[in-house]
């Protein structure tokens, strides 16, 4: 959510922002409209005071027995209790008119964000591994996984349609290597905080981390006033939702390892086979609280951990940071990583790694004490995929697949997996 006081303050400035983003200038029509709840409060205040005094003198008046005054002054009481209703109600409405255009407008980018409509203007910052040079034409993950009968698409279909899948054998023990595997790496050489966090939440955590209203179609809803978390970003950031911090406690470090939800909803066409992209999905996720001036260094320390996971695991990727035209609508700043997959000759994202400055923290109203204790100020949030396990699970059939169709176990997931080296068909 951005600051009335910086767009009054800075009318250009966020006009700019906003046409990096492909949109129209806004600040004229937000202004009026600020404008307007400005001197409606001053006008209801000025009223208030009018009433309030002319209450109080009307006793004054009638104990000096000047009925005359007093009856003019309850005249002027009851004709200022008559406009006040409808002065709070055109206030009430100006707030909510500008909350309602301040909710839907996206995060303004960071200066070193390039600018660009879309992907093809995302700036590749660096890149690690190579990848593996084999002599048998590689395959893509839902091909393997169905090869090996432990992939099943046709089953899930049966019980809750397209975008989800059925895990079986030693590829649902997989899934489940490589997100401890994750958790344990975050929590022991990041000092990530681990925690298991409500998998359904109300509107204002989804309102918090800006899930909520613009994005409503993309999620699932219940009929009893919860909503499924889309990533656990929502359940992690929301912890610090309407406190106070002290400095001296900041950052705070999350990572949890939760299904995601996703209603896919202007996905049609895309990733239609495979698990690139699901409905339901696991992943493990970093969230940071942290002050404006930690923040740009807590988004690099992110992700670096994002990184150091396929480094371990030996899968090539790069890393790169989006453009003003692809990024997300909270961030004002965005890594990607996209690890290499054979089967597609491409590279696919598998993490992205945001600093959302204090754009959720102001929906969420989370603040932080400084240490010289004046007053408080809004935290910096940041978030990441520490990966996306199911799509990591496909990187790993991708990349370690071998000409008779099994899977070589990446040696960092060999302790996760009983010492397992080779996953085969099942059955065979």
Excluded at 45 to 61: H, P
Excluded at 402 to 408: H, K, L
């Amino acid at each position: 959510m951005h600051d009335i006081k910086f767009i009054r303050d800075n009318p250009a400035a966020f006009d700019r922002g906003l046409e990096r983003r492909g949109l129209q200038p806004m600040s004229v029509e937000i202004l009026a409209l600020d404008s307007a709840w400005r001197s409606g409060m001053a006008r209801l205040q000025e009223m208030q005071s009018l009433r309030n005094d002319a209450s109080k003198k009307i006793g004054q008046a009638k104990a000096q027995k000047k009925e005359s005054d007093a009856q003019r002054l309850m005249m002027e009481v009851a004709r200022l209790k008559d406009e006040i209703p409808a002065l709070e109600l055109h206030v009430r409405e100006c707030e909510e008119e500008i909350n309602g255009r301040l909710n839907t407008i996206p995060n303004l980018p960071a200066e070193d964000v390039p600018d660009g409509a879309d992907a093809t203007a995302n700036k590749e910052i660096r890149r690690n591994g190579a990848p593996r040079a084999t002599n048998f034409a590689a395959k893509q993950h839902f091909d393997i996984g169905e090869a090996l009968r432990l992939m099943d698409f046709e089953t899930a279909a049966k019980m809750s349609g397209a975008r989800f899948v059925l895990l079986r054998g030693q590829l649902a023990r997989l899934e489940r290597a490589i997100a401890n595997f994750m958790l344990d790496l975050h929590t022991g050489a990041f000092n990530y905080q681990e925690v298991v966090p409500p998998f359904l939440v109300r509107d204002q955590a989804m309102f918090g981390t800006a899930q909520l209203p613009k994005f409503r179609d993309d999620q699932f809803e219940t009929t009893n006033g919860y909503w499924l978390i889309p990533t656990a970003e929502v359940s992690l950031t929301n912890q610090v939702r309407e406190t106070i911090l002290d400095e001296a406690h900041l950052p705070l470090r999350f990572t949890a390892w939760t299904p995601c939800f996703r209603a896919e909803a202007g996905a049609a066409g895309r990733d239609t086979r495979g698990m690139i992209r699901m409905h339901q999905f696991s992943k493990v996720e970093l969230v940071s609280i942290a002050t404006p001036e930690q923040a740009d260094g807590e988004h690099e320390r992110m992700t670096a951990a994002a990184e150091e996971v396929l480094k371990r695991l030996a899968l090539p990727y790069r890393t790169v940071v989006l453009s003003t035209g692809d990024m997300g609508f909270a961030a004002r700043k965005t890594y990607d990583i996209e690890v290499w997959l054979p089967g597609q000759n491409a590279y696919r994202e598998i993490s992205s790694c945001s600093n959302c400055g204090d754009f959720q923290a102001r929906r969420m109203d989370a603040r932080y004490r400084p240490a010289d204790g004046k007053g408080t100020r809004f935290v910096h949030t940041l978030n990441g995929s520490g990966l996306a396990v199911g799509r990591t699970l496909i990187a790993i059939l991708e990349n370690y697949q071998q000409a008779d169709g099994s899977i070589t176990v990446p040696n960092a997931l060999k302790p996760y997996m009983g010492g397992l080296e080779v996953i085969t068909a099942h059955g065979a």
